[in-house]
């Protein structure tokens, strides 16, 4: 088992930045590969983008690649999520999952989910 605490969601103005974390505890956090995902109002949540155990592959969404960057701290159990160039369109609740196995893209193979912090990015 691994707990997973996301913070650092906030109201930000277009253009700006923000730095999500998710803190994890448990089960050997370097053993996990990690995810981001999103869920807007009406939608279905989206993945955002992973990352392996060791940090050293990451993969993005097309929508977020080139301004979100994902990293982890394996020493201090917490994985992080850079957002800079904020749009609107980003507003979400965004939600830090993890799996025992390689990078995935589809929400249904992530065995631990937090429960999630809101952004909201305002025009």
């Known amino acids: 088992q691994v707990q997973l605490v996301e913070s650092g969601g906030a109201l930000v103005q277009a253009g700006g930045s923000l730095r999500l974390s998710c803190a994890a505890s448990?089960?050997?956090?370097?053993?996990?590969?990690m995810g981001w995902f999103r869920q807007a109002p009406g939608k279905e949540r989206e993945f955002v983008g992973g990352i392996n155990w060791s940090g050293g592959i990451t993969l993005y969404a097309d929508s977020v690649k080139g301004r979100f960057t994902i990293s982890r701290d394996n020493a201090k159990n917490t994985l992080y999520l850079q957002m800079n160039s904020l749009k609107p369109e980003d507003t979400a609740v965004y939600y830090c999952?993890?799996?025992?196995?390689?990078?995935?893209?589809?929400?249904?193979?992530?065995?631990?989910w937090g429960q999630g912090t809101q952004v909201t990015v305002s025009s």
């Open positions: 448990g089960r050997t956090f370097s053993s996990y590969a």
């Open positions: 999952a993890a799996r025992s196995s390689t990078i995935a893209t589809a929400l249904g193979r992530y065995d631990y």
